[in-house]
Nanobody, 119 residues
Framework: HLVESGGGWVQAGGSLSLSCVGS????????IDWFRQAPGLEREFVEA????????YYADSVKGRFTISRDDAKNTVFLQMNSLNPEDTAVYYC??????????????WGQGAQVTVSS
């Protein structure tokens, strides 16, 4: 079970941080991916962190602006978003998967957190 928090409203150029908190004692076994979905558009991959925290993956659209990290002692993955622009406006979702999952297969999804960036 995943819960996102930290969304909100910010002006262009500002920053926001999202958190994805998991329950249970096996959180550290899971890779966490972040996705976002803007109104009228398909869900798109944003970035990911593997179970060990040593490998991260970014979409080109956020590279250099967003940073993902994890603190397994707190069962939390963080998404630090800097230099936000209106195109980043979307509902952001985190999702958990194990290494042996099939591509696109996730064990749990969060409920989503709204991020709104005004120009």
């Amino acid at each position: 079970h995943l819960v996102e928090s930290g969304g909100g409203w910010v002006q262009a150029g500002g920053s926001l941080s999202l958190s994805c908190v998991g329950s249970g004692r096996t959180f550290s076994y899971y890779a966490i991916d972040w996705f976002r979905q803007a109104p009228g558009l398909e869900r798109e991959f944003v970035e990911a962190i593997d179970w060990s925290g040593t490998r991260t993956y970014y979409a080109d659209s956020v590279k250099g602006r967003f940073t993902i990290s994890r603190d397994d002692a707190k069962n939390t993955v963080f998404l630090q978003m800097n230099s936000l622009n209106p195109e980043d406006t979307a509902v952001y979702y985190c999702a958990a998967k194990r290494d042996d999952n099939k591509p696109g297969e996730y064990d749990s999804w969060g409920q989503g957190a709204q991020v709104t960036v005004s120009s």
